[in-house]
């Protein structure tokens, strides 16, 4: 089984080597890239403070400084352009995890910068950060998310990568409150602040052409 997902996965990446270059050639184009990201994210840390009235009138303030071990998925797919020799510019978006119960999709502007260059074999350096929308919003502000790291790119063919990333990510969020009385979450109206930051590892595979 195991011998038989490898396989799998080096005929996908062969086949995108080859039918990579499908758009003409020209200075934009053979800097113009394309591609996607997915991998394994495990936040590891939270810190949230809390302030909201409940239905009876009392005031509840809440903060903590906690591990928060969950482990959690992504998928991104971008566009960009290489500008120079070393580095690359691109606009990620997507779909991912952060924390228990905490869905977003995050569009974020990720500069790149490859030492050997970004056609070579090597290492590469990266920031990132934009906005990220809740999947189910019920009165939720707009996340911030920002993350760093680094990784090594494999050159496949003249216009194919893979990109073995790992990475810091935080993300600043205002997050539902758990109903301390009964079930549900304290609603809106009820809450003076709730704000939340959590952290996470990131490791990830890109494919990029």
């Not at 062969?14 to 270059?21: D, E, F, K, N, Q």
């Not at 936040?43 to 303030?61: A, D, P, Q, T």
């Not at 998310?145 to 990333?165: A, K, N, P, V």
Request: proline residues 5%.
């Amino acid at each position: 089984m195991a011998r038989r997902k490898l396989l799998t996965i080096i005929l996908l990446l062969s086949s995108l080597s080859v039918s990579a270059r499908v758009l003409p050639n020209g200075f934009f184009f053979d800097r113009f890239r394309m591609g996607v990201e997915w991998g394994y994210s495990q936040c590891f840390l939270l810190v949230h403070s809390y302030n909201y009235i409940s239905e009876e009138g009392s005031r509840f303030y809440d903060e903590t400084r906690e591990f928060h071990l969950q482990p959690n998925g992504l998928i991104l797919g971008y566009i960009g352009m290489d500008l120079g020799e070393r580095f690359n510019l691109s606009l990620y978006g997507g779909y991912l995890g952060v924390g228990r119960d905490n869905r977003l999709f995050p569009v974020l502007l990720r500069g790149s910068w490859f030492p050997r260059g970004t056609r070579d074999d090597g290492g590469l350096f990266f920031l990132q950060a934009g906005p990220a929308l809740h999947g189910f919003p019920e009165g939720r502000k707009v996340a911030w998310l920002g993350s760093l790291g680094g990784g090594y790119r494999i050159r496949l063919s003249d216009d194919c990568f893979l990109d073995l990333l790992g990475g810091l990510k935080l993300l600043y969020d205002h997050p539902l409150i758990p109903n301390p009385e009964g079930p549900g979450h304290v609603p809106a109206r009820n809450i003076r602040k709730n704000n939340a930051g959590y952290c996470a590892l990131d490791l990830t595979i890109s494919v990029s052409f």
